[in-house]
């Protein structure tokens, strides 16, 4: 039986090391790290997200902002305040909730967003930094991956690892992570030619294409880490993009939805928002 990979420990151990973090920050400081969040339009599920973020900010002694706005809000109404979020000498970080309303060009909006304030790592100043290997702020997802996979001792270095995703969120830059830390790395997608014959190759196989029971046991190779990213409702419930039932007889070791890599990025989060509070007050991070 597969080794289960549980998020919720591991991300309790992170935020516990965050508030540790935050409390020296604030006696050296005088102030807490402060994190914004722009919310615009009725999303249920953003909603619950950027609560869920707050939450937690609130449990690491975070200080966090809130800004709701109606759906039909203007490029130019969101890009100004996320102008006036930079200049905030309070503010450490900028988060945009994600997806936003047609009318607005999120790709602008994030490129608005200050590069040192960017704690969800989407700037392309800090993906050419991760790009370069010399990041400042990874992406919170594929943080907590790889702390994940570190903390249960998967090898990594020397490591054949197939990533099933090519999103700018997930794919790429978890892609570039393991590179980084010596994977030998094959990206590929869901039109991919013989998707299976890929996947099989992994010794470490991320699945993170938004296809809920895309991998099949026998798309897993035996013995392989799989590392579950996919949040799919289906018939009201929350399913990834790997069919557990099949693929936790094969694995070594597999990640759960819910429970698995969900509360790692909510973690990595609060670690990048603790990062840019004491990158901007001068300290190493």
Known sequence: MAKILEGQALAKQVR?????????????????????????????????YVR??????????????QYLLPAETS??????????????????GVLIQLPLPAQLNSTELLEAVSPEKDVDGFHPTNVGRLVEGRPRFEPCTPLGIIRMLEHYGVTIQGSHAV???????????????LLHRHATVTICHT?????PDVTRRGDILVAAAGRPGLVKGEMIREGAVVIDVG?????GKLVGDVEFASAEPRAAAISPVPG????MTVA?????TLRAARLQAGEAA
């Open 163 to 177: 990533v099933v995703g090519r999103s700018n969120i997930v794919g790429k830059p978890v892609a570039l992570m």
């Open 260 to 263: 698995g890599v969900g509360p």
């Open 75 to 92: 490029q130019a109404e969101v890009s100004a305040l996320v102008g006036r979020l930079n200049r905030d000498p309070r503010v450490h």
């Open 191 to 195: 039109r991919t030619r013989d998707l």
């Open 268 to 272: 990595m989060l609060m670690a990048n």
């Open 231 to 235: 949040v799919n409702r289906v018939d």
């Open 16 to 48: 516990a090391e965050v508030a540790a973090g935050v409390a020296q920050f604030v006696s050296r400081h005088g102030f807490p790290p402060g994190l914004a969040f722009i919310l615009v339009g009725d999303d249920p599920s953003s909603h619950i």
């Open 52 to 65: 869920t973020k707050e939450k937690v900010c609130g449990e690491v002694g975070i200080r966090s902002e």
